[in-house]
């Protein structure tokens, strides 16, 4: 299962032995020592997965909990902490993290949560709508297909991202991690071709693919067309 992990955690030996470890089972992953580095990466790129401390992380871990949670609600996060007291524990769950594990931790049990989770969001993410009225006109990502014409797979799945976020700005790195695989400059000019070419389809419906500068894209519904 490959995935990349944020790690955001003050102790910077245990960042390099977790990163050296998640590389052996397959997984990429990146550490920061703060809150604010953290935050950071995110805005610019993608992961699939952050653990994170919520002491010595330069900020209050728990706003930084709740400030991930916020701007990336479907971003699964697992706090890795020496805080073992319950109200700590329940504070954490209460803001938005999915687990919560004691430091010291067995690695072969951390990879193992990690991987029940990414499986759990999988299955969630498949057993999503695929198929969406678009004001009388029909997007069937299953059968890529709109109003019955043929889509490329790749044309299929950024419009289903688009679909599933409507009126939200989906993230341009997270639309290149997820359909290209890398983001560069020359994947990113494919991109605008394929925005380009989707919004020939969904202007019949009234909509309109709208570009929000430094961040990503948006579907729009234009109620006045």
């Known amino acids: 299962m490959s995935a990349k992990i944020l790690i955001i955690d003050g ?15 397959g997984y990429e992953s990146h550490a920061v020592d703060s809150g604010k580095e953290g935050l950071d990466f995110l805005s ?25 949670h916020h701007r990336y609600s479907e971003l699964p996060i697992i706090v890795l902490t020496t805080r073992t007291d319950r109200e700590s524990q329940m504070r954490a769950f209460q803001l938005g993290c999915d687990d919560y594990q004691f430091k010291p931790f067995s690695m072969d049990i951390l990879i193992y949560r990690i991987e029940a989770i990414l499986r759990r969001v999988k299955k969630q993410n498949e057993s999503k709508q695929r198929v969406f009225n678009l004001n009388g006109h029909t997007f069937d990502a299953t059968h890529q297909t709109f109003d019955g ?34 983001d560069n400059a020359f994947t990113s000019r494919s991109m605008g071709v394929y925005i380009n070419h989707l919004r020939r389809f969904v202007e019949r419906a009234g909509y309109s693919i709208a570009a929000v500068r430094g961040k990503g894209y948006k579907l729009v519904f234009n109620e006045s067309k």
Do not use: P
Request: proline share 0%.
């Open 149 to 182: 014409e043929h889509l490329s797979g790749r044309e299929s799945d950024l419009l289903l991202m688009l679909c599933r976020n409507e009126d939200e700005v989906v993230d341009r790195h997270r639309i290149l991690a997820s359909l290209w695989k890398e």
């Open 44 to 68: 610019a790129t993608y992961a699939d997965l952050v653990l994170m401390e919520i002491q010595g992380v330069g900020m209050n871990g728990y706003d930084l909990l709740r400030e991930i």
């Open 11 to 25: 102790d910077i030996s245990l960042s390099t032995v977790l990163c050296d470890y998640f590389c052996s089972r």
